[in-house]
């Protein structure tokens, strides 16, 4: 494995082509794999067009390549499709600097997930209640009995729970019925759908209730992804100031909503590259993070007998199959890249690239400061929104970053500045 890691060597340094050929070699990708990520074989427009409504083209969003990880000792490579300068990297160097010194460990809490029945104003809480109870197999079996595919893959409805909650004008009390899930490999969010709306005849007859909303929760508290960090006789200094930023985002939300974004710049552009719903799975986190009635970063890390701990938990529902997972080509190449076949591996992984990203994040603030290699990542993007041609690109990323090393700081209209000086200089070159 050691000669196969090599191959991901100062990734960061080759020609696009020679990324492909080692990526080719690392995960056994096919020309057809190749083609379908660099583009040559784009998403059809006739798929495109049964995806979303009105489709008139595409999006494209940059798909790179986060190399150094190991994970459960696996050694990973993990796509990322992201805007944003800087998050590769950092998640790139702070696995390798793991790796150097000390272990990522993932586990899985649970398998399920969420479907909710809503009856809005019960008239009459202690029959509803005794009814849903008395029929609880009953109803579980009509669920079930939706779903014959995914029972036969060994998933299926597990349970179903009823909650009693006050309604917020003080007028009453909601029920809300919880169908509890095992949607396998899938993110399940259709299926679950589909049973909550085929049961709601049911639980109106047997409760003699309206039933409200049927729906699917993002909150799958259920299905919980698990990563634990430890660095090993770290630089006192940097891990004090790690657990310090984390005690400031304990008690200040407005740091922690920085912290928690920070988390989701890794997990979001895992979902991205594979096609699942990344919005489904911030609208998970973001509560989970509030469940406590105060909104709290949803990693924590401490200091230990000289050694740094980090954890995340999160709840997320991810799918390897089903959905744009099965219909976008990239995203099959995605999975491909990542060497696994089932979700759970997939929301480990996912978990774990967060926590990555975020202690990236923290001993960047604990130490130079997040702006100065942000920054220097940040002059390919000032240097093309200064307008600079392909062959210009480098000379003025280079300029830029001599100017960041003396005046701290860099803006679009240095750039600009500083691709005009070229210009004038290859003119007048041109001219002798």
């Given at each position: 494995?050691?000669?196969?890691?090599?191959?991901?060597?100062?990734?960061?340094?080759?020609?696009?082509?020679?990324?492909?050929?080692?990526?080719?070699?690392?995960?056994?990708?096919?020309?057809?794999?190749?083609?379908?990520?660099?583009?040559?074989?784009?998403?059809?427009?006739?798929?495109?067009?049964?995806?979303?409504?009105?489709?008139?083209?595409?999006?494209?969003?940059?798909?790179?390549?986060?190399?150094?990880?190991?994970?459960?000792?696996?050694?990973?490579?993990?796509?990322?499709?992201?805007?944003?300068?800087?998050?590769?990297?950092?998640?790139?160097?702070?696995?390798?600097?793991?790796?150097?010194?000390?272990?990522?460990?993932?586990?899985?809490k649970g398998n399920l997930i969420i479907g909710q029945i809503q009856f809005p104003d019960v008239k009459n809480v202690q029959h509803a209640r005794h009814e849903l109870h008395e029929n609880r197999d009953v109803l579980m079996g009509l669920a079930n009995a939706c779903l014959p595919g995914l029972v036969?893959?060994?998933?299926?409805?597990?349970?179903?729970?009823?909650?009693?909650?006050?309604?917020?004008?003080?007028?009453?009390?909601?029920?809300?019925?919880?169908?509890?899930?095992?949607?396998?490999?899938?993110?399940?969010?259709?299926?679950?759908?589909?049973?909550?709306?085929?049961?709601?005849?049911?639980?109106?007859?047997?409760?003699?209730?309206?039933?409200?909303?049927?729906?699917?929760?993002?909150?799958?508290?259920?299905?919980?992804?698990?990563?634990?960090?430890?660095?090993?006789?770290?630089?006192?200094?940097?891990?004090?100031?790690?657990?310090?930023?984390?005690?400031?985002?304990?008690?200040?939300?407005?740091?922690?909503?920085?912290?928690?974004?920070?988390?989701?710049?890794?997990?979001?552009?895992?979902?991205?590259?594979?096609?699942?719903?990344?919005?489904?799975?911030?609208?998970?986190?973001?509560?989970?993070?509030?469940?406590?009635?105060?909104?709290?970063?949803?990693?924590?890390?401490?200091?230990?007998?000289?050694?740094?701990?980090?954890?995340?938990?999160?709840?997320?529902?991810?799918?390897?199959?089903?959905?744009?997972?099965?219909?976008?080509?990239?995203?099959?190449?995605?999975?491909?890249?990542?060497?696994?076949?089932?979700?759970?591996?997939?929301?480990?992984?996912?978990?774990?690239?967060?926590?990555?990203?975020?202690?990236?994040?923290?001993?960047?603030?604990?130490?130079?400061?997040?702006?100065?290699?942000?920054?220097?990542?940040?002059?390919?993007?000032?240097?093309?929104?200064?307008?600079?041609?392909?062959?210009?690109?480098?000379?003025?990323?280079?300029?830029?970053?001599?100017?960041?090393?003396?005046?701290?700081?860099?803006?679009?209209?240095?750039?600009?500045?500083?691709?005009?000086?070229?210009?004038?200089?290859?003119?007048?070159?041109?001219?002798?």
């Amino acid at each position: 494995m050691e000669n196969k890691m090599q191959l991901m060597e100062n990734f960061h340094r080759i020609g696009i082509s020679e990324r492909l050929e080692r990526l080719r070699g690392f995960c056994n990708l096919s020309d057809d794999d190749i083609k379908i990520i660099t583009g040559e074989h784009a998403l059809p427009m006739s798929i495109a067009e049964h995806l979303i409504e009105n489709v008139v083209g595409y999006f494209p969003v940059p798909l790179g390549i986060a190399t150094n990880f190991r994970i459960d000792g696996r050694d990973l490579l993990v796509p990322m499709a992201v805007e944003e300068t800087s998050i590769i990297a950092a998640a790139s160097a702070t696995a390798k600097w793991i790796r150097r010194e000390g272990s990522i460990k993932t586990y899985s809490k649970g398998n399920l997930i969420i479907g909710q029945i809503q009856f809005p104003d019960v008239k009459n809480v202690q029959h509803a209640r005794h009814e849903l109870h008395e029929n609880r197999d009953v109803l579980m079996g009509l669920a079930n009995a939706c779903l014959p595919g995914l029972v036969k893959r060994g998933g299926g409805v597990r349970d179903i729970a009823v909650r009693e909650i006050p309604r917020p004008d003080g007028t009453g009390i909601m029920l809300v019925i919880h169908i509890l899930c095992d949607p396998c490999d899938a993110m399940g969010a259709n299926l679950i759908n589909q049973v909550c709306e085929a049961l709601k005849p049911r639980v109106e007859e047997l409760t003699h209730e309206r039933v409200g909303l049927c729906i699917l929760s993002n909150l799958v508290d259920g299905k919980l992804a698990v990563a634990e960090v430890v660095i090993r006789n770290i630089n006192p200094v940097v891990g004090n100031g790690i657990q310090e930023a984390t005690l400031f985002a304990k008690a200040d939300p407005y740091r922690a909503a920085t912290h928690n974004k920070g988390v989701l710049n890794g997990i979001d552009p895992v979902l991205i590259a594979t096609g699942n719903d990344w919005r489904a799975a911030e609208a998970g986190i973001h509560a989970y993070a509030a469940r406590s009635g105060k909104y709290q970063p949803i990693t924590d890390w401490y200091m230990q007998d000289g050694d740094l701990h980090g954890k995340i938990e999160i709840p997320l529902a991810a799918g390897t199959v089903g959905g744009v997972t099965r219909l976008h080509p990239t995203a099959a190449v995605a999975l491909k890249i990542l060497g696994i076949s089932n979700a759970a591996d997939l929301a480990r992984i996912c978990a774990a690239v967060g926590i990555v990203q975020n202690l990236g994040a923290l001993k960047a603030l604990a130490t130079v400061g997040i702006v100065k290699g942000h920054m220097m990542l940040h002059t390919a993007n000032l240097a093309i929104a200064a307008g600079a041609d392909v062959h210009e690109i480098i000379r003025v990323r280079e300029r830029l970053a001599e100017v960041l090393k003396t005046e701290k700081t860099i803006s679009l209209t240095r750039a600009k500045q500083i691709l005009e000086d070229i210009r004038v200089a290859d003119s007048r070159t041109a001219m002798l």
